[in-house]
């Protein structure tokens, strides 16, 4: 089946020590979306990409990074992870002008921070 | 600034037709109103989506009035499968959603 998936499901990393997440899909969608979820919130929409396209939300702090190699994979970057960071980090794709625009999102990475 | 607002939580009994009604002050013209369901460790779903007036797929309704400033998710008798959190949220354009807070609905048997 087509999907996004999120390796790994669950990480843990030290107070500043740098961290990626991956995300890959096989549904061949042009745009892929990083989102953060801190407990019991809503998901929060870090950047996206448009092809090579990257996109910043105004308020993603500067800690956060992303790299998008080719149409199948997206990573994201944590330089310098806060206890404040913790968080499940949601990746999505989606496909514009092909009917309903909606968002297909992987399982997420809980990240934990000590 | 836009702002979208739905209850905390809801409970409903097995069977039952369950309403989510959320609120979208300053809705922007261009923007579409869309909900999305969330289980536990698992990434949000896309439910349903519209503009205005009401929408139906096999899952789910939406109601929108003419003057867009709410939007009401309905799901018709629902399973202990449907307890979840749903968030209504704004599309604005193709890429930026925004979500609501979520509503937690916990459906009792």
């Known amino acids: 089946d087509a999907m996004v998936i999120q390796n790994p499901r669950y990480q843990v990393t030290q107070f500043g020590k740098p961290v990626t997440l991956s995300c890959s899909q096989t549904?061949?969608?042009?745009?892929m979306y990083w989102y953060q979820q801190k407990s019991s919130q809503a998901p929060k929409l870090l950047f996206h990409y448009y092809d090579k396209d990257f996109n910043n939300e105004a308020d993603t702090p500067d800690n956060f990074q992303s790299r998008r190699p080719n149409t199948s994979f997206c990573f994201l970057d944590i330089r310098s992870p806060g206890l404040g960071d913790a968080a499940m980090y949601l990746c999505?794709?989606?496909?514009?002008?092909?009917?309903?625009?909606?968002?297909?999102f992987g399982p997420g990475t809980r990240l934990t921070v000590l | 600034l836009a702002k979208t607002t739905q209850p905390i939580s809801m409970d409903s009994y097995e069977g039952q037709e369950v309403n989510i009604t959320c609120s979208h002050n300053?809705?922007?013209?261009?923007?579409?109103i869309t909900w999305y369901q969330q289980f536990p460790s698992q990434g949000p779903r896309f439910i349903i989506q519209g503009y205005k007036t009401k929408v139906t797929n096999e899952v789910a309704s939406l109601f929108i009035p003419a003057d867009r400033k709410s939007s009401t998710l309905s799901l018709p008798r629902v399973s202990l499968s449907d307890t979840a959190v749903y968030y209504c949220g704004r599309r604005a354009g193709s890429y930026q959603l925004t979500f609501g807070k979520g509503t937690k609905l916990s459906v009792i048997p």
């Open positions: 549904l061949n969608h042009n745009v």
């Open positions: 999505a794709t989606s496909s514009p002008g092909t009917g309903r625009n909606e968002q297909f």
């Open positions: 300053n809705i922007a013209t261009n923007d579409y």
